[in-house]
Structure formats: structure tokens, C-alpha cells
């Protein structure tokens, strides 16, 4: 059995890379007993997300986590007994070389992006041997089928969530932290959590001129920040922006565990990058996904092959909502259309909350993604142990 594992980690888009990474490594240590070293490159980055992490210090443990700057020159180290590099990061020369010297290889694991399109199931677990050393490289790729390596779920996570919508005064401790009460019967609570190029003013243009009270809270960030420059005029002294139907409050930046129970919490949940979209799953609440844009649109691709799995078990006006209002929201449609995708989204949100419920559950059936890495990289190891009876793990 695989005792110590290295995970490296850059992080490019702010929050998604570290956000996947971090969960991993503290899944790994917590629910299968992992020495879990984790090499991320933006001390601060990971602070966000995990506010326990020192940004001024190399080496710490973290939630079990032993927390490591990457950094250059990078040090001299004995790697572990596996070795992730997460989203094609590319490790550094000296450990890789490191890897190769060692009596044993490590299973080595290049953890990709998540995607919904065909041809993942096909890569999942592929070797890919080194040109020069005595190592090979397996492609590991997250999904939304058993033939892929599934989505990042904590034991327990369902049972959290569930005590949670179930304790009235749980949730009234958690609104009164953003100065709120409980939710009127009539109100609409919405998470926005986005790039900065989504179409967030003129949502709220829409928000305001309805006839539903509507609250929406954004964490930190590019779209708040736009949000705050064309409505700044109507800032409250509380710091809430009010106009016609709808408020609207920058919140600050949360943890992991407290941005579950953000979306747990409300009743639409707009997301963005992979780790935010993923906990929507989990939420089991109606959500719009910002994707990360590519070049040459192909981030639309891989949208698209997600909403034709997603929509698939929707009745046709549903999943037309659905889709109609996600286009948008990502600039394939115009955003004149706005108005009307939030209006049909809206209007089907019962079924569509139903079928969020349903599709959580189908997912959470699979194998969890740290657990399914573990199975591999153990089953990897018997077959190097097997070619090379004469060296021990």
C-alpha cells in the first residue's frame, strides 16, 4: 500500500487549480490515512481557500497536510511513492530525475482538467512512458461516468448537508453573519460567483426590475468589483447596493468549508472554474456555470458536452431553460436574451431543483475521486512489484 504522496500544484486560475489540489490532499490524508506533501507555487492563493496556511513560511502542516512552497531552485527531495502533477503542470527536472533514481518508481499521475466530452473516457488511466527514463506517466482524468475517475466527495459530505437545510437555527446563524434574517416566503437568495466578463450588471438590471425580492451575495472579486462600479450610487450605509426588487452585498472571500454552505443555503448558485462547479453538484441546488475561457472558444465545446449529459433526463421546455440561460451567461448568446433565459430559468426552478436532486444522487453512487486514485495507483504498484520481484515496495 502507497503510504506517501507528492501533489504539485500551479496555480493559474486564481482559486480552481488550488481549490481541486487542496481538497484532494486533505481527502487523501483524512479518509485514507495519506503523508500527503503538497507542492503549490501561491502560498497566498491557498491561504484564501484555507485561511489556517501561513504564506510566510516554506514548510507547515496544514489539516494533516504537509504544505510545501514550490519554488526555484527546487529542493533536493526523495519523492513519494506517488506522484501527482495536477492540470499538466510539468514537475520539476530535478525530481523527475529523482523519480527515476529511486529503487521502486513512483506511480506517477497527471491528474487533467475535468471534462464531460466523449473522448475522456477513452484517455482515462492511459500510460505514457518517459522518452528518456525508466518512468511512466498515466493520464487521470475526472467525470461524470464510471468509466472515468469521478468528482472530488467527502464521507459524510450529504449528511452535513442535510443537517444543515434541516436546522433552521443553523441556517439563521449563517445569514446573520452577512447582517440577514431567515428568507421571506417570496424571496430569492442567489449566490454569484463568476469571471469577470460574465453579463453581471445588467443581471442585476433584470434582478431590480422584477417582481421577486431577490438578495444576492458575491464573494470578492473581478465581478464584484464591476458590480460596484456601475452601481455605486445606490450603496447603502451597510454596504448593500439596493435597487427596485433587488439587494446585492460583496461578502468576503470564505473558506471551503463555509463556501458549501453558501450554496447550500441558497437557491440559485452561480459558479465558475471546476471546484465552485463541482460543489454545485453537491449542493443539489439549481446552478449556472461560468466556464473558463479559452482560446478560440473551445471552452464552449466542453460546456456543451456537459449540458448534453446534464439536460439529457430534463423534459425539452426544462432543458431549454437550462441551456438558453447558461449561453448566455457565457457569452454564446446575445446578452439581449438575458431577460428572457432568467424568466424561463426561474420558472421551471421546482423541476429543475428536482432534477438536481436526482442528478447528485446518480453521481455520488461512483466511486469519489481520491478513492479511485488510491485503487489505481495500488493496483499500478502490484504490477511494478510483479515485473520486479526482487525489489520491495
Known amino acids: 500500500m502507497t503510504r506517501h504522496w507528492d501533489i504539485f500544484c500551479k496555480v493559474v486560475d486564481n482559486f480552481g487549480d488550488i481549490g481541486v489540489a487542496w481538497r484532494l490532499a486533505r481527502m487523501l490524508a483524512s479518509e485514507h ?14 491561504s484564501r481557500i484555507w485561511p489556517a496556511t501561513s504564506t510566510g513560511m516554506k514548510q507547515q502542516r496544514v489539516a494533516g497536510v504537509d504544505v510545501r512552497l514550490w519554488s526555484k531552485p527546487f529542493p533536493a527531495t526523495v519523492p513519494g511513492d506517488v506522484v501527482i502533477e495536477t492540470f499538466q503542470c510539468a514537475l520539476p527536472d530535478s525530481f523527475v530525475i529523482a523519480m527515476a533514481a529511486k529503487p521502486v518508481a ?4 497527471n491528474l487533467d482538467y475535468l471534462s464531460a466530452e466523449d473522448w475522456v473516457a477513452g484517455c482515462h488511466r492511459l500510460p505514457s512512458p518517459h522518452p528518456r527514463l525508466p518512468l511512466t506517466k498515466h493520464f487521470y482524468f475526472p467525470g461524470f461516468d464510471p468509466n472515468t475517475g469521478g468528482l472530488l466527495h467527502e464521507r459524510g459530505l450529504e449528511d452535513q448537508r442535510l443537517a444543515f437545510v434541516d436546522d433552521a437555527s443553523a441556517q439563521a446563524a449563517f ?11 417570496d424571496e430569492l437568495r442567489v449566490s454569484l460567483f463568476c469571471y469577470g466578463d460574465a453579463p453581471v450588471p445588467e443581471l442585476f438590471e433584470i434582478w431590480a426590475a422584477g417582481k421577486t425580492p431577490l438578495t444576492a451575495l458575491v464573494p470578492e472579486g473581478a465581478a464584484a468589483e464591476r458590480m460596484r462600479a456601475r452601481l455605486a450610487s445606490g450603496t447603502s450605509a451597510a454596504g448593500w447596493i439596493e435597487r427596485g426588487a433587488a439587494r446585492f452585498k460583496v461578502i468576503p472571500f470564505t473558506d471551503q468549508v463555509g463556501f458549501d454552505r453558501l450554496l447550500w443555503a441558497c437557491d440559485v448558485n452561480f459558479v465558475r472554474g471546476e471546484d465552485s462547479f463541482v460543489r454545485a453538484h453537491w449542493a ?12 478560440e472558444n473551445t471552452h464552449w465545446i466542453k460546456m456543451h458536452a456537459f449540458l448534453d449529459r446534464y439536460t439529457a433526463d430534463l423534459d425539452d421546455a426544462h432543458a431549454d431553460a437550462v441551456r438558453h440561460l447558461w449561453r448566455v451567461w457565457n457569452g454564446i448568446v446575445r446578452p439581449a436574451e438575458l431577460q428572457q433565459a432568467w424568466e424561463d430559468f426561474i420558472a421551471g426552478r421546482g423541476a429543475i431543483a428536482r432534477h438536481a436532486e436526482r442528478w447528485a444522487a446518480r453521481l455520488a453512487e461512483q466511486d469519489d475521486l481520491a478513492t479511485g486514485l488510491v485503487n489505481f495507483c495500488a493496483g499500478v504498484g502490484k504490477c511494478r512489484v510483479t515485473q520486479e520481484p526482487g525489489i520491495s515496495p
Do not use: K, T
Open 33 to 46: 490515512g495519506i503523508e500527503v506533501r503538497l507542492w503549490v507555487d501561491d502560498l497566498a492563493a491557498l
Open 284 to 295: 443539489r441546488r439549481p446552478f449556472v456555470w461560468n466556464i473558463y475561457p479559452q482560446g
Open 175 to 185: 445569514w446573520a453573519q452577512h447582517g440577514l434574517g431567515l428568507p421571506q416566503d
Open 106 to 109: 513512483p506511480c506517477w499521475i
